[in-house]
């Protein structure tokens, strides 16, 4: 059964204060990771897709990287607006995502 | 151009009574998605359309639970007496094609008293 497990469950940041969040997963024959974000109230926003091990994207703060067994996803001197819960999941035969409960993230100015 | 689209954005409902929810995907999205977020927990898959194929039922959590798709329109997720184990945000994903990144509505918070 494919799954996928995030750490921590919570982050407090300072502002300026980078950190990683974590995503781990075992599937059977990984198609894509996605990273997604969610703000209160809304549905998840759409950020990355990594398809293979050694795969690195970014946007402004963050930054995505893959691994066979795990996926980071690094922020860099985060601001008070990357406040949010940052969901990851996978996708094995190219349909449906498996979903991590997600890491909430909150940076204090 | 306009995103994903649900209604009602919220709905409350006594336990035993019948609920539809809906969701316009993007235009020209062929794969269509249904997933459910209980409070505090990741999303859990419902069902999957994809053009004019058989939809993929698997994730329906019992035969309470039905959706429909016409073409590549308008989907309509049908919960018929409702539980209180029901009570979750119903997000809906449409996508441009199968394995693309897909991309989520606001949801429909749904309560069931």
């Known amino acids: 059964e494919d799954q996928v497990t995030q750490s921590p469950e919570a982050l407090r940041l300072q502002e300026g204060e980078s950190s990683s969040l974590n995503c781990s997963y075992t599937?059977?024959?990984?198609?894509?990771l996605f990273w997604y974000r969610q703000d209160p109230g809304k549905g998840p926003e759409f950020l990355f897709t990594l398809y293979s091990a050694g795969e690195e994207k970014e946007k402004e703060r963050l930054k995505a990287t893959l691994t066979k067994k795990e996926s980071f996803l690094h922020i860099t001197a985060p601001k008070p607006e990357d406040s949010a819960t940052y969901l990851c999941?996978?996708?094995?035969?190219?349909?449906?995502?498996?979903f991590g409960a997600g890491t909430i993230l909150r940076v204090k100015s | 151009g306009a995103g994903v689209s649900q209604s009602p954005s919220n709905k409350v409902t006594e336990k035993g009574k019948d609920v539809e929810l809906r969701c316009d995907p993007i235009s020209g999205h062929t794969a269509l998605y249904w997933y459910r977020q209980r409070l505090g927990q990741g999303l859990e898959f419902l069902i999957y359309f994809q053009g004019n194929s058989a939809p993929d039922k698997s994730g329906l959590p019992s035969d309470r639970f039905s959706a429909e798709r016409t073409g590549e329109s308008v989907s309509t997720l049908t919960i018929q007496r409702t539980q209180q184990e029901d009570s979750a945000v119903y997000l809906c994903?449409?996508?441009?094609?199968?394995?693309?990144?897909?991309?989520f509505g606001p949801g429909t918070r749904l309560t069931v008293t």
């Open positions: 599937v059977s024959g990984l198609r894509g």
């Open positions: 994903a449409s996508s441009l094609s199968r394995g693309a990144e897909q991309y």
């Open positions: 999941a996978v996708q094995a035969n190219f349909d449906k995502l498996v």
